[in-house]
């Protein structure tokens, strides 16, 4: 390349194509009629595309490619809307407890763990005392039945002691309970969940109860059958089962 970098030729052409940027486009021309006029076209010295061309440094930058690079300084790629933008996928929220243990108990209890549905949280945001009498009802259940529970004149199938057990053993044991009482058509059950000085397993456990929709009614034993301490568990009677 030479050092005046253009030919007297290619330097009148370049000026000739400057003015015509300079003027924008011709509006009065049947081809402009529905073109936007232009603003005037600020192009780059013959010293800026030298200082681009050394930069380059490629023996494919010709006159040709450097008067191209000042035809096209200062235009903006236009953006093509035919491309289509990724979209972004929702991630499906996660059931919360109560969907959860409605599924297990829909599955049954070989296919379903009900402890898959139980919010331990849930369960410890709302403390009892370890002297308190737990007492819980479904609201179709009749208050005959709820009363004959209380006084402990509805007989227990079966009972676990949970005593010393972690959270994680107590919650699996409970619902192992529950499962086996369904599986053999029992109706009522007996939880030992002791008191302690935080009852923080009585907590759990009247937590737990509450989310599970296989649990009719329930409330602290009477004092033969453990007191304060235990709960029985009054549980749905299974489809099917008889009178």
């Known amino acids: ?9 290619m330097q009148d052409q370049l000026k000739e194509l400057k003015g015509q940027l300079s003027k924008g486009r011709d509006t009065n021309s049947p081809e402009g009629e529905n073109q936007k006029p232009t603003e005037p076209v600020s192009l780059p010295t013959q010293k800026q595309v030298k200082k681009t061309v ?18 096209m300084h200062g235009v903006t790629q236009l953006e093509d809307k035919n491309v289509r933008s990724p979209v972004t996928s929702t991630k499906a929220g996660k059931p ?14 070989e296919s379903g763990d009900l402890s898959a549905g139980l919010s331990d949280m849930q369960a410890l945001l709302n403390p009892v005392a370890s002297e308190a009498y737990l007492s819980y009802k479904q609201p179709t259940l009749q208050n005959k039945i709820f009363d004959q529970l209380k006084k402990g004149k509805l007989r227990w199938y079966d009972a676990v002691d949970i005593h010393g057990c972690t959270i994680e053993e107590a919650r699996a044991a409970m619902t192992q309970l529950l499962s086996q009482a369904k599986a053999n ?12 000085s935080e009852a923080i397993l009585k907590t759990c456990v009247n937590g737990w109860l509450r989310q599970l929709p296989e649990v009719l009614a329930f409330c602290s034993a009477s004092p033969k059958d453990g007191g304060n301490g235990a709960v029985l568990v009054l549980l749905k009677k299974p489809k099917g089962a008889g009178e």
């Open 54 to 71: 050394k930069q380059l440094d490629s023996e494919h930058i010709d006159d040709d490619k450097v008067l191209f690079m000042q035809a």
């Open 185 to 196: 058509n029992e109706t009522v059950v007996k939880i030992v969940h002791g008191k302690g």
């Open 96 to 109: 919360d407890a109560t969907t959860l243990s409605k599924r297990a108990a829909a599955q049954g209890s």
């Open 1 to 9: 390349m030479s050092n005046s970098l253009f030919s007297k030729e």
